[in-house]
T-cell receptor
Framework: KAGVTQTPRYLIKTRGQQVTLSCSPI?????VSWYQQTPGQGLQFLFE???????NKGNFPGRFSGRQFSNSRSEMNVSTLELGDSALYLC??????????????FGAGTRLSVL | AQSVTQLDSQVPVFEEAPVELRCNYS??????LFWYVQYPNQGLQLLLK??????LVKGINGFEAEFNKSQTSFHLRKPSVHISDTAEYFC??????????????FGTGTLLAVQP
């Protein structure tokens, strides 16, 4: 079974631009969560989608948004990029069903550099 | 709210020696507990999890962890480490609410540095 796939792996953008990151979950997984990893703040939760609906949201500004499609694939968008948005963005998927449904499996991440 | 503390930012150890990476958590509700490993330029790989049942859980690559509710700890252990175990290890907690996926709260990570 294929794992969580994130594209692209690397991105370089300039301040003020916007960016879209993509995540394909493990087949059969219905929940997709996004996390930001930086040296200063560590791993922080951005948001979680289930059945095309955002169920949970972390403490990030409105410039960070996401969506989920009917096939459970998810995209994350960051508008008006700032230097501080440079980070590794990780996507995780889970079954969201039963006790085992709480286990999140991560992709390799997208490394975003904002210049 | 939940929080996770990994007191050791770095743990140096010689190859074939045992190692323990410490993790303590705080929560007013029942939680699930996880250990993830991150190799350079990669995502997070699940090492092991505690969801319910036996408090001693075994994971991949010879790692194990013990859930201690009274001490709110979930320390990770390996009896004999290899050079290939060099990586960053993250302890994480999520609220136990049945089947719904809840956000993971991560510790700050522990760098395990295995020396020959």
């Amino acid at each position: 079974k294929a794992g969580v796939t994130q594209t692209p792996r690397y991105l370089i953008k300039t301040r003020g631009q916007q960016v879209t990151l993509s995540c394909s979950p493990i087949s059969g997984h219905r929940s997709v969560s996004w996390y930001q990893q930086t040296p200063g703040q560590g791993l922080q939760f951005l948001f979680e989608y289930f059945s095309e609906t955002q169920r949970n949201k972390g403490n990030f500004p409105g410039r960070f948004s996401g969506r989920q499609f009917s096939n459970s694939r998810s995209e994350m968008n960051v508008s008006t990029l700032e230097l501080g948005d440079s980070a590794l963005y990780l996507c995780a998927s889970s079954l969201a069903m039963g006790t085992e449904g709480n286990i999140q499996y991560f992709g390799a991440g997208t490394r975003l550099s904002v210049l | 709210a939940q929080s996770v503390t990994q007191l050791d930012s770095q743990v140096p150890v010689f190859e074939e020696a045992p190692v323990e990476l410490r993790c303590n958590y705080s929560s007013s509700v029942s939680v699930y507990l996880f250990w993830y490993v991150q190799y350079p330029n990669q995502g997070l790989q699940l090492l092991l999890k505690y969801l319910s049942g036996s408090t001693l859980v075994k994971g991949i690559n010879g790692f194990e962890a013990e859930f201690n509710k009274s001490q709110t700890s979930f320390h990770l252990r390996k009896p004999s480490v290899h050079i290939s175990d060099t990586a960053e290890y993250f302890c994480a907690v999520s609220r136990n609410s049945g089947g719904a996926t809840n956000k993971l709260i991560f510790g700050t990570g522990t760098l395990l540095a295995v020396q020959p």
